[in-house]
């Protein structure tokens, strides 16, 4: 049961953990704007999700222990690989090397905001839509 779970909601869950991950590059962009030779990092994030897709694997179960002298659990990792950030081209150079265009990257910030928001509307609406069909009439 459990693994169908995840099989219905596994698309879901790596979307949002890619977007999670694209926001804190877009983040990072606009701290630095001020930064001398920073350069703005983005990633593709269709092809970072197909790549994700491509190479999940269900996930075992995580075990915790509630005593140092318990045997350690094994490490599994999560099946994503860290995204390949690449770097943005800037639209007009800046004196001090600064490729950060704060226009475009506040754009892509919201863009990426409404779509994970988007994301966990439907992923919500997934959710409700499995409780509904497990439920007796």
Known sequence: MIDKLEGALGFYQQALSLRHER?????SNIANADTPNYKARDMDFSQELSRAVE????????????SERHISPLNHSSGLRAAELLYRVPAQPS?????????SERA???DNAVRYQSSLVMI?????SLKSAMQPE
């Open 108 to 110: 892509q910030f919201a």
């Open 95 to 103: 004196l001090d090397g600064n490729t950060v265009d704060m226009d």
């Open 23 to 27: 926001q804190k590059v877009l983040a």
């Open 55 to 66: 190479q999940a694997e269900p996930r075992p179960v995580q075990l915790m222990t509630t």
């Open 124 to 128: 919500n609406s997934r959710i409700k």
